[in-house]
């Protein structure tokens, strides 16, 4: 089984200074590592994932994160955030398999980022 | 291309009553997960379809709650005699066999129960 922990709820944050949103997992096996952002009312839209290789990934909207094996972390960061990235943030794993077959995401509790002007 | 739509967006039940959710997913796209946000937590994964065959139902809260996709596109997920704890916004996602673990999802259903 897998777990994912957000420790931060909410992040307020100035526009136009960075970010970083915390992630941390536990499994068992071997993940794929993923971001997503919801904004109000809407479904999930996947910001970036890590599947294998580099461990800095780079997603849309100006994200990035880096897979941290060691501390099982993968954090997302931005350099300078605008009023637009306001919304909730999801961290979510999936276990890699070799033979095919597909499990459910395993998701965060989520964190709030809000900007402020 | 379209995106997955799920309908009704919001629904609105009286306790005891039975509702059914709509998904259409990406056309294509062979893998259907259905999951439940509550207020303020992330999803939470309730059952998993590859074509019609249904592969994982381990996360259905109870057996109130079915779900279906008899032609492998189309899925419903149906919630009979709803309680108040039902409450939450069900997303449908879907994704190709191969890369299965790279989920797209649809906007979701509010469900409230009275």
């Known amino acids: 089984a897998q777990s994912v922990t957000q420790l931060d709820s909410q992040v307020p944050v100035f526009e136009e200074a960075p970010v970083e949103l915390r992630c941390n997992y536990s499994s068992s096996v071997s993940v794929y590592l993923f971001w997503y952002v919801q904004y109000p009312n809407q479904g999930l839209q996947l910001l970036l994932k890590y599947l294998s290789g580099s461990t800095l990934v780079k997603g849309i909207n100006g994200f990035e994160a880096e897979f941290n094996k060691s501390q099982t972390s993968f954090h997302l960061r931005k350099p300078s955030v605008h009023i637009s990235d306001t919304a909730e943030y999801f961290c979510a794993v999936n276990p890699k398999y070799s033979g095919g077959g597909a499990d459910g995401l395993t998701f965060g509790k989520g964190t709030h980022l809000i900007i402020q002007p | 291309g379209a995106g997955v739509s799920q309908s009704p967006r919001y629904k609105v039940a009286k306790r005891g009553q039975d509702v059914a959710l709509r998904c259409d997913p990406i056309s294509g796209h062979v893998s259907l997960f259905w999951y439940q946000q509550a207020l303020g937590q992330g999803p939470e994964f309730l059952t998993y379809?590859?074509?019609?065959?249904?592969?994982?139902k381990s996360g259905l809260p109870s057996d109130r709650f079915f779900a279906e996709r008899p032609e492998g596109s189309v899925s419903t997920l149906k919630i009979q005699r709803t309680q108040q704890e039902d409450s939450a916004v069900y997303l449908c996602?879907?994704?190709?066999?191969?890369?299965?673990?790279?989920?797209?999802f649809g906007p979701g259903t509010r469900l409230t129960v009275t």
């Open positions: 379809f590859q074509n019609e065959a249904q592969l994982d």
């Open positions: 996602a879907s994704s190709l066999a191969t890369r299965a673990y790279e989920q797209y």
